[in-house]
């Protein structure tokens, strides 16, 4: 295949799913509590982006892989030491917030900066990658701002693949309702691709991918340009953790026969 | 004052989905709390039929763009219809249904129109007469209430967040709004769409039932041994006589990923939490899945939840379940099983 792609990666870090979260009021949004001291994780669906982004930079010769992730400059460097050892990458570090109550309008400028000062990027090669919403704000939209931003219409959402055909075009799999998949061609490059999971595993851990990353991951984080996002307009009213404990009843030793005659009338009641 | 514009596409069939009409009915209420303009527009490659549906809406004007250029979901060609459609009615406040078709297109509109667009909304409501909306953030854990000042705001409504817009068809002509198509608007064709491979279809979002299925159903049971061809078998039976909708856990998603011995039948497309769907059912039944915080995200939109776990330490018994039955789930389902089939 003689049509080498460039995929650019935007994805941001998320808090681990496993830390309890607590909103607080902060001086021009709201944020969450001990934010800076919470663990952080490569947001999910970007990460999926970042693996099914590598397969077909190894897949299609001449093709490059870069990594544009806007977070606060330590968490980033947190993240990097694990998903450095995944991929080959090329880091493009944006100095700012990660909060999933910034705006995504204003942080779709910041990517969308980011990407055009890549040296030597060209914007006509270029794939746009990331997840179809993040973990932390989920609005689904700051991918195809950016790709607004960069004048790319040819975009696709909730993507499961992608497959390069000879003639320079590709096939791209989106979900749609009904559990199904939309099939779509695309002439070629330049497009936006939000993905859902794809069909890749977690690669393992490579000690050596992660210390030839480094090299360059070091330098793009000083490198961070430092990003501010303004309230722009945007109000928060309200912003609370729900009451989801339950009064859990927790049912030992009862036979099998009686939970599944309680579970049936459960099921079958209005 | 605002003005206010339900945006809708037609489904395959002409019809509007029923999102759409739940999406309609915001509208409307939005435009009697705030006093403001109410207007219709819909695109697709026929609009006349859902059109007809909603003349009684009480639309003050009725916009379309139609043509076999918009029948197809594609990106460029949708969002200049949609485009079109905001600059042509004047909309400063936008409200459209989440659909794939809404959500592939709507922040590239709000951009191209200079406003704002914000998704997942779960409520509409006038506060102080100004319009406010309510969605959730870090995926179902908080929710929040916020405001815009810039227009066009365009939101988009979450299905099964509002009632349905009901009324009887009429007739209505709408005005047609001519959107120019280059080539470069082309460059994707849509070829049609694919179910992934499965036995049967198994996702089901009108179900009343949830059933989750976990990693346990794939490990070794008592006996020392796995028993998957039997799990399979258990959990297409009790689909097939309760007419639920699969989830499964991520670890169990990831297994077939893995090249391991799992369900046949479960994709990702199945997968219930932090990275899959947060469907909506009035009931959920999970069996051999540990619940854990990043599956139980995707858990916030179900009603009465029931958990079948041979761990009384696991994650639904700290307060995600109403109940948890302490068992084992192959002999507890098998006997659910032969309830169902003989009723």
């Known amino acids: 295949m003689s049509n080498p792609f460039q995929v650019v990666v935007c994805a941001s870090v998320v808090p681990d799913p496993l830390q309890t979260l607590e909103p607080v009021t902060g001086p021009n949004s709201p ?51 694990t998903v450095a050892q995944k991929v080959p990458l090329q880091l493009v570090a944006v100095d700012g917030s990660s909060s999933g109550f910034a705006d995504a309008h204003q942080t779709a400028t910041a990517l969308a900066a980011a990407i055009r ?34 004048g790319i219409v040819d975009q696709f959402q909730g993507v499961d693949a992608i497959t390069p055909q000879d003639d320079g075009s590709f096939e791209v799999l989106e979900r749609i309702e009904g559990a199904r998949h939309q099939v779509s061609l695309c002439a070629g ?78 099921i079958t009641q209005e | 004052m605002e003005n206010i514009l339900f945006l809708a596409h037609n489904e395959a069939d002409g019809a509007l989905s029923k999102s759409a009409l739940e999406a309609l009915g915001a509208a409307i209420e939005l435009k009697q709390a705030l006093d403001g303009t109410f207007a219709a527009a819909l695109y697709g490659a026929r609009i006349q039929p859902a059109a007809d549906s909603i003349a009684a809406c009480g639309a003050q004007r009725f916009l379309a763009v139609c043509g076999d250029d918009f029948a197809q979901a594609r990106h460029p060609t949708d969002a200049a219809a949609c485009e079109a459609l905001v600059r042509a009615s004047g909309a ?52 929040g209430s916020l405001t815009r000042t810039q227009r066009p705001w365009i939101l988009l ?14 007739s209505i002509t709408p005005e047609l709004i001519d959107v120019p198509l280059s080539d470069s608007l082309r460059r994707t064709s849509v070829r049609g769409t694919v179910t992934p491979s499965a036995d049967q279809q198994t996702i089901r979002p009108d179900a009343n039932l949830l059933f989750v299925a976990g990693a346990g159903w794939t490990k070794k049971q008592k006996d020392g041994q796995t028993h998957v061809p039997e799990a399979e078998s258990l959990i297409l039976d009790f689909l097939r006589n309760s007419k639920a909708s699969l989830g499964g856990s991520k670890s169990l998603v990831d297994l077939s990923g893995e ?49 079948i776990n041979l761990d009384p330490n696991c994650g639904w018994a700290r307060g995600k379940a109403d109940v948890l039955y302490v068992a084992d789930a192959f002999e507890v389902m098998s006997k659910v099983n032969a309830l169902l089939s003989a009723k």
Not at chain 1, 56 to 65: I, P, Q, T
Not at chain 1, 243 to 253: A, E, M, S, Y
Request: charged residues 20%; contains cysteine; positive net charge.
């Open chain 1, 31 to 81: 944020a969450l509590k001990n934010e800076m001291m919470l663990p952080v994780i490569l947001d999910p669906w970007a990460a999926h982006a970042l693996y099914e982004g590598a397969n077909l930079v190894k897949k299609v010769a001449g093709s490059s892989l870069w990594l544009v992730s806007m977070a606060p400059k330590a968490k980033l460097q947190q993240v990097m030491m």
């Open chain 1, 117 to 150: 000062s890549i040296p030597g990027i060209d914007l006509s090669r270029l794939l746009l990658f990331g997840g179809w919403e993040s973990a932390s704000r989920s609005a689904g939209v700051t991918l195809q701002l950016v790709g607004e931003e960069l």
């Open chain 1, 189 to 266: 490059p330049p497009a936006v691709l939000g993905w859902a999971t794809g069909s890749l595993g977690e690669p393992r851990n490579d000690p050596q991918v992660g210390m030839a990353n480094m090299r360059t991951i070091m330098p793009a984080l000083q490198r961070a340009v430092a990003t501010t996002i303004s309230s722009d307009g945007l109000q928060y009213a309200n912003v609370t953790t729900p009451k989801q404990q339950r009064q859990t009843r927790i049912v030992k030793d009862m036979p099998a026969d009686e939970i599944a005659t309680e579970i049936v009338q459960w």
């Open chain 2, 92 to 143: 400063t406040i936008v409200i459209a249904a989440a659909s794939s078709r809404n959500s592939r297109v709507m922040g590239a509109v709000a951009h191209r129109a200079h406003g704002r667009v914000d998704t997942h909304v779960t409520n509409v409501s006038a506060s102080s007469g100004a319009p406010e909306l309510t969605r959730w953030f870090y995926r179902q854990r908080i929710e």
């Open chain 2, 157 to 170: 409504l979450d299905p099964g967040a509002c009632f349905p817009w009901q009324g009887r068809p009429g």
């Open chain 2, 259 to 307: 090249n391991q011995s799992t369900l046949r039948f479960m994709s990702h497309l199945n997968q219930v939490g932090q990275t899959g769907a947060t469907p909506r059912h009035p009931k959920g039944l999970s069996t051999c899945c540990h619940g854990e915080e990043p599956h139980t995200v995707g858990w916030r939109f179900i009603g009465e939840r029931r958990a």
